[in-house]
Nanobody, 124 residues
Framework: QVQLVESGGGLVQAGGSLRLSCAAS????????MGWFRQAPGKEREFVAV????????YYRDSVKGRFTISRDNAKNTVYLQMNSLKPEDTAVYSC?????????????????WGQGIQVTVSS
């Protein structure tokens, strides 16, 4: 049973930074791609960044390139999302996901296990 637990969200002013963490358990972590997704009120879920099992390659949605960095520590079974230069439009519930059977497909990986999500709010 895969379990994903996010932490690190909160309220930050525009231009600020946050680092999200997602601790995974249940499967051999390094074998699976991981991703961060977000959903803003009234909008569909969208992918933010994904990373392969060994850390490369990584992919980002255009609106976060140069501001967000996804990374992972396979020894700690944890994936991170460093978010810099945050904008009000980054406000959303952020969820991490692990490669598996599911309907969300990014860069050829299918994501099927999800964390509970964590709120990120960026004030202007």
């Amino acid at each position: 049973q895969v379990q994903l637990v996010e932490s690190g969200g909160g309220l930050v002013q525009a231009g600020g930074s946050l680092r999200l963490s997602c601790a995974a358990s249940g499967r051999t972590f390094s074998l699976y791609a991981m991703g961060w997704f977000r959903q803003a009120p009234g909008k569909e879920r969208e992918f933010v960044a994904v990373i392969s099992g060994n850390g490369r390659p990584t992919y980002y949605r255009d609106s976060v390139k140069g501001r967000f960095t996804i990374s992972r520590d396979n020894a700690k079974n944890t994936v991170y999302l460093q978010m810099n230069s945050l904008k009000p439009e980054d406000t959303a519930v952020y969820s991490c996901a692990q490669e598996g059977v599911g309907s969300a497909v990014v860069a050829g990986w299918r994501f099927g296990s999800w964390g509970q999500g964590i709120q990120v709010t960026v004030s202007s």
